[in-house]
């Protein structure tokens, strides 16, 4: 009897936008100095591209510098075992043109942690790409140490 992988399903663009919809944390990748940084982050689509709120620091100065930034975020149905992750690769940018900045707080985008969140950052994509998969129950995972692990719940 041969185990059978199941395949990830690769997700079109707008299956991708619809998932994004459907969260509202996603992790933000950045290169700081010499190695990679991930940040949470609360986010919101608008108009094709995603929308956060920061303050003064790390995660501000090195979004809006020369290296793309890269924004995953995941999700799993319990009851169904289906999860799916959605990576969006692009350049931020300071929203800074008064109605813009109205129309991104019209976005009802509130941070989770408190302190002053001033900056609205926009990433823009030059890619988004997604996969749907189902979750594997533990005990069918294979490592050298399963027999173990079976044994100890048999």
């Given at each position: 009897m041969t185990n059978?992988?199941?395949e990830a399903e690769v997700l079109e663009s707008h299956q991708c936008w619809e998932l994004l919809r459907s969260v509202s944390v996603g992790r933000l990748a950045l290169?700081?100095?010499?190695?990679?940084?991930?940040?949470?982050v609360n986010y919101?689509?608008?108009?094709?591209?995603?929308?956060?709120?920061?303050?003064?620091?790390?995660?501000?100065h090195t979004a809006l510098g020369e290296t793309a930034v890269a924004l995953e975020a995941d999700g799993v149905n319990a009851d169904t075992g289906v999860a799916w992750s959605v990576v969006v690769k692009g350049r931020a940018t300071a929203i800074t043109l008064t109605q813009e900045v109205l129309d991104t707080v019209g976005l009802l985008l509130?941070?989770?942690?408190?302190?002053r969140k001033?900056?609205?950052i926009r990433i823009v994509p030059a890619s988004?790409?997604?996969?749907?998969f189902t979750v594997t129950p533990p005990l069918t995972w294979w490592s050298p140490l399963d027999d173990t692990t079976r044994a100890g719940l048999e």
């Open positions: 059978k992988t199941p290169w700081v100095q010499d190695h990679p940084d991930i940040f949470p919101k689509v608008d108009h094709g591209t995603l929308v956060f709120r920061t303050g003064e620091g790390t995660k501000l509130f941070p989770w942690q408190a302190g001033d900056h609205f988004i790409t997604g996969r749907r």
